[in-house]
């Protein structure tokens, strides 16, 4: 196969985290792997270096102001940034490709693409509108996303999504999606974390081995169901003292989960990759009860380590979950569906350890970043 050259536009990357950074830098990992050449423009939310190459991925950074507590990082025209400007106006890469819509660093993608004449392509990640909790924001966020996604469209007019359901939402701005270009896992990459065996939470955390560990691993917000999911265990515990809620991750709502922190309920903040690896392997139940996602990079990490997953059809989780002989999808997130799906769950040891051999076997299968990257080429 032909080799290539790619110009990602993601708003966000590393050191950032989230899920649409780990999507572009794994696919962009896998892309350099197969000899192709791979540029990242980005904006400087965690005011790293300005520019580097690591790994074979070259990365431009543009200063910007980080709104909604850096949810919404917005480019400042620098002097770096038109350094960069120009500097791209120089190359011609084989496509662009652009992650999120809701960013007006997509829409400098787009414009740079379709100036250069070069093919672009949007990648959605999102499942519904960003939520700011408060109606009267609400009703402004969607407002800007529709006309920015109006934008977006005469820009360009191939759509992806990292899932079946991303697709169905892009619906919602009457956009026919081409296809899935699913998020996906590295399972080597996991294998060799696993052998490390960084910590032991059992041992940490005087959990018996008997007791069985519920976790929860990404950014801390409101609109990923952490409190639904805390208050669920809490409930449960007070019947079942045999329950721990362990909790991987950072976020706006930090505080407010610290303040749930009890004997069962461990907080254990933001904690690197090999620990969450580790954390997942002592997992028995994963519940991600969240109102919105695309294809939860947590949900693919808690397969891989083989941990029973439970999460609602807000998203594309369902696509990996499709029975319930692979795990739970839930109808709804609210507090009572909550906790009597984990209460059906708990005492079905011998139906959970099935579950999960079906659901790695599913996972292996279709998502891989080698398989992601292929099906990218061959577009």
């Given at each position: ?10 708003a ?5 985290m989230?899920?649409?950074e780990?999507y ?10 197969r ?11 965690e005011?790293v ?8 991925i070259?990365v ?7 709104l909604?507590?850096g949810?919404?990082?917005?480019l ?8 960069v400007?120009k ?12 992650n999120t819509?809701f ?11 379709k ?11 999102g499942t ?9 924001l609400?009703n ?5 996303e529709h006309?920015?996604t109006?934008v ?10 990292v899932?079946?359901a ?8 009457h956009i026919?999606?081409?296809g899935?270009l ?6 080597e ?18 959990i018996?081995q008997k007791?069985?560990i519920?976790s ?5 917000l409101k609109?990923k169901?952490?409190f639904?999911?805390i ?5 449960i515990?007070n019947?079942n ?10 976020g706006p709502e ?5 303040e ?7 907080v254990?903040?933001?904690i690197?990759s090999?620990e ?6 002592q997992?028995?139940i994963?519940c ?14 808690a397969a ?5 997953i ?21 109808d709804?997130n609210?507090v009572?569906?909550?906790e ?7 005492p079905?040891?011998e139906?959970r350890?099935?579950?999960?051999d079906l659901t790695?076997?599913?996972l292996e299968n ?14």
């Open positions: 196969m032909q080799k290539k050259s790619y110009c990602f536009f993601s966000q990357y590393l050191p950032h989230g899920g649409v780990n572009t830098y794994h696919l962009a990992k896998e892309l350099v792997r000899g192709n050449k791979v540029t990242i423009v980005t904006s400087n939310v005011n270096d300005l520019y580097e190459k690591k790994e074979g070259e431009f950074r543009i200063p910007c102001w980080n909604l507590d949810r919404f990082p917005v400042k025209v620098s002097a770096f940034f038109l350094k400007n500097e791209l106006k120089k190359r011609n890469y084989d496509m662009v490709i652009v819509r960013y007006l660093h997509s829409i400098y993608g787009a414009i740079y693409a100036k250069k004449k070069i093919r672009c392509i949007f990648i959605e990640h519904g509108h960003l939520s700011l909790h408060n109606p009267v609400d402004v966020e969607n407002i800007v006309s920015m109006l977006e469209k005469k820009l360009c007019n191939e759509f992806y999504g899932s079946n991303c697709l169905e939402w892009l619906q919602h701005f026919n999606g081409k899935v699913y998020n996906a896992i590295d399972l990459d996991i294998k060799e974390k696993s052998e490390k065996k960084v910590k032991d939470y059992r041992k940490m955390y005087n018996p007791a069985i519920i929860f691993t990404g950014r801390l609109e169901g952490i639904k999911l208050n669920s265990v809490e409930n515990i019947e003292s045999n329950i721990y809620l362990l909790i991987a991750g950072d930090w505080k407010n989960v610290k749930k922190e009890s004997a069962h309920i461990i254990l903040g933001r690197n090999e969450i690896v580790a954390l997942l392997n997992t028995d994963f991600l009860p969240s109102d919105s996602e695309g294809m939860p990079t947590s949900v693919l990490e891989a380590c083989k941990a029973y439970i999460t609602t059809k807000k998203g594309g989780a369902k696509e990996l979950i499709c029975n319930k002989s692979y795990g739970i999808i839930m709804s609210d009572t569906t909550v009597k799906t984990l209460k059906r769950a708990l079905k040891g139906e350890k099935k579950a999960v790695y076997q599913r279709m998502f891989t970043w080698e398989k992601v990257a292929e099906k990218l080429m061959n577009i």
